[in-house]
């Protein structure tokens, strides 16, 4: 599914959910979908951490972090929600959710 980073959504939700292996942090936009922004994956070496961008930036990738928190916040501190617009002011959901049924 392709979204549009030009649209402005009206409804927005911002949360980490769990994935095999660690969490992904995912931006709901509404009629738009969902798309995942940034993750944590726990590896034998501690947790690997990526903001996702529209080109290639490796500062936004750190492999070996110490804790999950620490991989969250260096996620976070990337604010990669903000590749799409009207998403001034959301902020990410203290809970984390639960891997959806689907999958």
Request: aromatic share 8%; hydrophobic share 35%; glycine share 12%.
């Amino acid at each position: 599914m392709v979204f549009s980073k030009q649209r402005e959504v009206s409804h927005l939700e911002l949360y980490w959910q769990e994935k095999r292996r660690g969490q992904r942090l995912m931006l709901d936009l509404g009629d738009e979908g969902v798309a995942e922004v940034g993750g944590v994956r726990e590896t034998k070496r501690g947790f690997d951490a990526f903001a996702k961008t529209v080109s290639y930036d490796p500062g936004r990738a750190a492999k070996g972090l110490g804790s999950m928190d620490e991989a969250k916040g260096f996620v976070e501190g990337h604010r990669p929600w903000e590749l799409f617009r009207g998403t001034d002011g959301v902020a990410v959901q203290p809970e984390v959710r639960p891997t959806p049924d689907e999958e």
